[in-house]
């Protein structure tokens, strides 16, 4: 692997094994995972239900902790963290796009992409709203901002959680299968944004069980049996033609 002496990696795992009892006896759900992505990649990661894709976003996102092995995520080791230095850590530093969006029903979409900042308490008052509209009209949404979620289609809805992730400007985002409760125009139109993304310098790691989709990022590192069974990168991606033809969707 090529060194770099001077750029700290966006994510680093080193030697991660996670180990769980159960009542069947124990389980490894990782088995000495060594993984680095630098900052601005784009990366998929694909595998079997089963495979240990969950269990990898749970340990970059300090949701849980391996049994052995380092995780070092944009310079931080995450085990010198207490749950409220975590908390607070995760605000800043990751945005996570879950399959199911998880907005919060009763709030209207501008509320939804407020709440991050609101909780996180490192942007000025003053300017949270401004920059809240912003993020939904970077994503098509400004003029459905007071509008709750349960108004919109499935692609608006990802849209708007993918406006929210982005609220405190994270360097990293991590996307759980966000395409896979939209019709293909929408995925099209979410895989698009994701690449906008990428070209403003953010790293986005998504799990995906879409092969062909996976396929048209540009790494895509297949988990198996809890192992990184493959790392493939590809000299120049994919991408869809359709950046911003999601205004419909």
């Not at 192992?227 to 950046?243: E, L, N």
Request: net charge negative; charged share 20%; aromatic share 6%.
């Amino acid at each position: 692997m090529a060194s770099h002496p001077t750029i700290a990696p966006a994510i680093h795992l080193q030697g991660i094994t996670k180990l769980y009892q159960t009542p069947l006896g124990p389980f490894t759900a990782l088995r000495g995972i060594d993984l680095r992505v630098e900052s601005g990649e784009f990366v998929a990661v694909v595998g079997k239900s089963g495979s240990g894709k969950s269990t990898l976003i749970n340990m970059f996102t300090g949701i849980d902790h391996p049994t052995d092995g380092e995780v070092t995520v944009a310079g931080t080791r995450l085990r010198t963290l207490d749950e409220g230095q975590m908390a607070q850590w995760r605000g800043l530093t990751l945005g996570i796009v879950f399959q199911f969006f998880q907005l919060l029903p009763t709030l209207t979409l501008i509320e939804n992409v407020l709440l991050p900042m609101d909780l996180c308490g490192c942007r000025p008052v003053g300017d949270r709203f401004d920059r809240a509209m912003r993020l939904l009209a970077q994503v098509g949404l400004e003029a459905q901002a007071h509008n709750f979620p349960s108004a919109l289609s499935g692609g608006h809805q990802q849209r708007a959680a993918i406006a929210r992730a982005l609220a405190n400007d994270p360097p990293i985002v991590v996307a759980d299968e966000p395409t896979g409760n939209l019709d293909s125009r929408a995925a099209e139109a979410t895989f698009a944004l994701f690449q906008s993304l990428v070209a403003e310098g953010k790293t986005i790691l998504m799990v995906t069980h879409d092969d062909e989709l996976a396929a048209r990022v540009p790494r895509t590192i297949i988990l198996a049996d809890g192992r990184i069974a493959d790392d493939t990168v590809r000299p120049q991606a994919t991408w869809p033609a359709m950046a911003h033809e999601s205004s419909t969707n």
